[in-house]
């Protein structure tokens, strides 16, 4: 089992920054990836940023350039920084993480979700 807890969210204004984490805790050695995914009101989930467990990262089209995800191993902490945050930017961010439970199985462990609001 993997926890997930975030933080982070909130109300920022257009054009202002926000920083998220994503603690993981528990059986956490086999993740392989961790990312972000966010849902805006009457919407699909969608990624986000995602990156691996050798680094590699991987952006939605509509962040790339203002939002950047990193890790702290020793903290086992993903970061999500947001900048030059847009009003389409608002909705619930929740942190995922993929975990090898064993040969070719793989499980999606989701934290409770964080707000973000972007208004004046």
């Known amino acids: 089992q993997v926890q997930l807890v975030e933080s982070g969210g909130g109300l920022v204004q257009p054009g202002g920054s926000l920083r998220l984490s994503c603690a993981a805790s528990?059986?956490?050695?086999?993740?392989?990836?961790m990312g972000w995914y966010r849902q805006a009101p009457d919407q699909q989930r969608e990624l986000v940023a995602a990156i691996s467990s050798t680094g590699t990262t991987n952006y939605a089209d509509s962040v790339k350039g203002r939002f950047t995800i990193s890790r702290d191993s020793v903290k086992n902490t993903v970061y999500l920084q947001m900048n030059s945050l847009k009003p389409e930017d608002m909705a619930v961010y929740y942190c995922?993480?993929?975990?090898?439970?064993?040969?070719?199985?793989?499980?999606?462990?989701w934290g409770q979700g964080t707000q973000v609001t972007v208004a004046s």
């Open positions: 995922k993480a993929v975990r090898r439970e064993g040969p070719g199985i793989f499980r999606d462990y």
């Open positions: 528990g059986s956490i050695s086999s993740i392989v990836t």
